[in-house]
């Protein structure tokens, strides 16, 4: 049978549950496509059969954005007054998973997909007392694990609270780079901040893998790829060999179209080789997941 997120979706029964469910993608270098993994792996695992709860962590918002036509004010659930001139967070606001004991309510999209939504206000949350804050939302996560099967952490590319938060709460790492040389760099700072926290919070924060993405193929048949985009994916197996997640992710106008209109990559091309490759990864990453919940049993 054609391997496809629908063909998956029917056998709910055989589905593996992580007990480590908090996935944060993560990456220090900008446009490495951190927000389109972290949202494809969402809506897949949702059609799987799987509670998800995907949360973004960034002031840009552009998790939050991709679910609502271009232009359109967020819902009154993450923006209570999206005109007002002042800051009103909704129930679904990140912003309460960094206060002290506040409700947070996750507003869902669709049967088994739920969202945590974030706009540029969040950017103060930068400037507070960092222990305080990382500590109130590592609180807000382990309610919220009661209630879903996994978690997803959209992250923002700069090291501030915030970052520090994902990481001080997440259980699993997943760094998205392309096949270049400041992403190479991306995923050294990368690994160096999420590691440093790891220790200062004494965590089992670990390394799941590295999405290769955006690559661009020259001849198909062969899977060759730009010699440059070649040159770096030797560079990165030479480095961190088993760690390089399968399948890489392909350029895709198909990825674009479906943003542009706020429809999910896996209902809008449902029998695409992209929805192909991003539910291989999807299984891919549970897979390695199960293996280590299971060596360490």
């Known amino acids: 049978e054609e391997l496809s997120v629908h063909a998956l979706s029917r056998n709910t029964d055989n589905l593996f549950y992580p007990q480590r469910k908090v996935i944060s993608v993560s990456s220090q270098k900008g446009g490495v496509g951190k927000t389109t993994i972290a949202s494809i792996l969402a809506s897949i695992y949702a059609h799987m059969g799987y509670k998800t709860l995907v949360i973004d962590m960034d002031p840009q918002g552009n998790l939050t954005e991709q679910y609502y036509q271009e232009d359109d004010d967020f819902p009154s659930e993450i923006l209570s007054d999206p005109d007002g001139d002042e800051f009103m967070p909704g129930p ?156 890489a992710i392909k350029t895709a106008t198909s990825i674009v179209e479906s943003q542009a209109i706020g429809t999910p990559l896996i209902e809008y091309a449902p029998k695409s080789e992209t929805s192909l490759q991003f539910t291989q990864l999807a299984q891919e990453i549970l897979r390695r997941i199960k293996a280590e919940e299971e060596n360490h049993a």
């Open 92 to 247: 679904a606001h990140v912003w309460n998973m960094f206060l002290d004991n506040e409700d947070v309510i996750p507003l869902q999209l669709s049967e088994n997909l739920y969202l945590v939504g974030s706009s540029l206000d969040l950017a103060d949350i930068q400037l507070g007392d960092s222990d305080e804050v990382i500590n109130n939302f590592h609180n807000s996560i382990e309610k919220l694990k009661k209630e879903y099967d996994i978690i997803i952490l959209d992250t923002l590319p700069s090291f501030g609270n915030a970052l520090a938060a994902a990481h001080r709460s997440a259980d699993w790492l997943v760094i998205p780079s392309e096949l270049a040389r400041f992403s190479k760099k991306g995923i050294t700072y990368q690994l160096r901040t999420a590691m440093n926290t790891k220790q200062l919070y004494k965590t089992d924060l670990a390394l799941l893998g590295i999405v290769i993405n955006k690559i661009t193929y020259t001849n198909r048949k062969s899977n060759e790829l730009l010699r440059i985009q070649e040159n770096y994916r030797e560079l990165l197996a030479d480095q961190y060999g088993d760690l390089l997640l399968s399948p």
